[in-house]
C-alpha cells in the first residue's frame, strides 16, 4: 500500500500541467517578506491515511462528490499557478507555486445550488467563501507547492488555495466544501474577520482588528 501513495505522489509531481499566473499589484499597507510565517489555529491532524483520505462537496447541490485523494493528484485535471501570498497581518511572499485541481472543475461536477461556502479543514477549521471565489480561474485544491508535495505546516494532504483573497481563506487541509444558501461565519470571521477578505480593498476585519489566537512560527 505504501507504494501506491508513494508511485501516485510521484505521478502527481511529474505528470504535466497547465501553467497560470496570477499577478497584481502589491496590496495596500503589505510588506514583501522572503519566508512564509506559519500559523495554525488547531495542531495540524496527525496519522492521516492517503488511500482514505477525501475531499467532500456536501450541503446544497445536485451531485455530492466524494473524490480519494489519490484519485485528486493523479486523474484530475492539474494546474502549476504562481501567485503571490497576502497575509492579512500585512506580509506578502512573492512567486509562489501551487499545483492542484481547479475548484471550478469540482464544481462543475457537484452543481452547487447555493452561492455561499464553507471550506472545512481536517483539523476542524473553517471559513467561508462566495461561491464565485470558487469559480474563478486562479482558486485551486492544491497538493503540492514549489515543485514538491505540498508540505504538512502548509496544510498537507490538500490545501485550498485562493489568491484573490487573504491568506486566512485558504483553508489547510482542506477535506470538505459546504455548499450553503446564506453566507454563514467560519473561524476567524466570528471573531471579526471580514467575511470577503479582499486584500486589494483592505477587507480585513469588519470592525476593529481581531484578536490573534493561534500559535506562531516562522518557516526556516
Known amino acids: 500500500m505504501l507504494n501506491t501513495v508513494e508511485e501516485a505522489l510521484k505521478e502527481a509531481l511529474t505528470r504535466p500541467c497547465n501553467k497560470l499566473v496570477y499577478k497584481r499589484e502589491l496590496p495596500p499597507n503589505q510588506r514583501v517578506i522572503p519566508k512564509f510565517i506559519i500559523y495554525d489555529v488547531y495542531d495540524p491532524p496527525e496519522n492521516i491515511d ?24 493523479t486523474k484530475a485535471p492539474c494546474i502549476d499557478l504562481t501567485t503571490d501570498f497576502h497575509c492579512v ?9 501551487w499545483r492542484g485541481v481547479p475548484t ?18 481536517a483539523d476542524g477549521y473553517t471559513t467561508n467563501l462566495p461561491l ?12 503540492a507547492m514549489n515543485g514538491k508535495v505540498l508540505p ?3 496544510g ?21 466544501l459546504v455548499i450553503m444558501d446564506e453566507d454563514e461565519p467560519g473561524y476567524w470571521e466570528l471573531l471579526g474577520y471580514h467575511e470577503n477578505g479582499d486584500p486589494w480593498l483592505e477587507e480585513r476585519f469588519r470592525t476593529g482588528p481581531a484578536t490573534m ?8
Open 132 to 143: 464565485s471565489a470558487l469559480l474563478e480561474e486562479t482558486t485551486i485544491i492544491a497538493y
Open 50 to 73: 492517503l488511500l482514505n483520505y477525501k475531499l467532500k462537496v456536501t450541503g446544497l447541490v445536485e451531485n455530492r462528490v466524494e473524490i480519494p485523494y489519490i484519485d485528486l493528484i
Open 213 to 220: 489566537r493561534r500559535r506562531v512560527r516562522v518557516l526556516r
Open 152 to 154: 504538512r505546516e502548509h
Open 104 to 121: 471550478r472543475y469540482i464544481m462543475d461536477m457537484a452543481k452547487p445550488r447555493g452561492g455561499y461556502v464553507m471550506a472545512v479543514g
Open 156 to 176: 498537507f494532504p490538500l490545501r485550498l488555495v485562493v489568491p484573490s483573497r487573504y491568506g486566512w481563506k485558504s483553508a489547510k487541509y482542506v477535506n470538505e
Open 89 to 97: 497581518t500585512g506580509w506578502s511572499v512573492l512567486n509562489v507555486t
